[in-house]
């Protein structure tokens, strides 16, 4: 069994910042892709940003220029480095791995809220 434990979120007001962490138990070695996702409320679960094994990123247009999705491979951990909040920004952050042997998993999620 995988367990992601997610955390670094809040509340932030526009214009500032937060850091998502997810931390893997598992090896790294079988890992082949990492990635938040986002749910506001009323709206789909959509992809915010992915990191593969070889470093290659993806960003999901609206937070291009503004998150950084970046990946620790000797504390089997992913990061989401968010600056310039915006309130639309708000929702639950969820971490998502998908292995080698294609099974994925989840996080639990953590609430982000852009609010003054």
């Known amino acids: 069994q995988v367990q992601l434990v997610e955390s670094g979120g809040g509340l932030v007001q526009p214009g500032g910042s937060l850091r998502l962490s997810c931390a893997a138990f598992?090896?790294?070695?079988?890992?082949?892709?990492m990635g938040w996702y986002r749910q506001a409320p009323g709206k789909q679960r959509e992809l915010v940003a992915s990191?593969?094994?070889?470093?290659?990123?993806n960003y999901e247009d609206s937070v291009k220029g503004r998150f950084t999705i970046s990946r620790d491979s000797a504390k089997n951990t992913v990061y989401l480095q968010m600056n310039s909040l915006k309130p639309e920004d708000t929702a639950v952050y969820y971490c998502k791995i998908s292995m080698r042997s294609s099974s994925v998993y989840w996080g639990q999620g953590t609430q982000v809220t852009v609010s003054s």
């Open positions: 598992v090896s790294i070695f079988s890992i082949n892709v």
């Open positions: 990191i593969t094994s070889s470093g290659a990123t």
